[in-house]
């Protein structure tokens, strides 16, 4: 069983900035896929970015490509999302996903959850 605990959302003003962590429980978090999701109000919840076990190969939605940076410190077991020139329409509740089983990053099949961070953005 693995347990994510995103930290770090909060109130921003368009074009600033904001880190998002997720601590991961897990003596083998390095070998897990990680991933970021994120589900607007009214929206269905979207791929955000992902990244694989060493950090080696990352993938980011259309949306945040060149805005958003994801990472991961394996000794730390944390990923975290770096989030910068922030729009309003990233308002949304960011989610952390992390699967065992995958080998690339993925837009999809993760087999944890975690409970998701609020994430605001001003306009």
């Known amino acids: 069983q693995v347990q994510l605990l995103e930290s770090g959302g909060g109130l921003v003003q368009a074009g600033g900035s904001l880190r998002l962590s997720c601590a991961a429980s897990?003596?083998?978090?390095?070998?897990?896929?990680m991933g970021w999701f994120r589900q607007g109000p009214g929206k269905e919840r979207e791929f955000v970015a992902a990244?694989?076990?060493?950090?080696?190969?990352?993938d980011y939605a259309d949306s945040v490509k060149g805005r958003f940076t994801i990472s991961r410190d394996n000794a730390k077991n944390t990923v975290y999302l770096q989030m910068n020139s922030l729009k309003p329409e990233d308002t949304a509740v960011y989610y952390c996903?992390?699967?065992?089983?995958?080998?690339?990053?993925?837009?999809?099949?993760?087999?944890?959850w975690g409970q998701g961070t609020q994430v605001t953005v001003s306009s």
């Open positions: 897990g003596r083998t978090f390095s070998s897990y896929v």
């Open positions: 990244i694989n076990w060493s950090g080696g190969s990352t």
């Open positions: 996903a992390a699967d065992p089983t995958l080998r690339f990053p993925s837009r999809s099949r993760y087999a944890y």
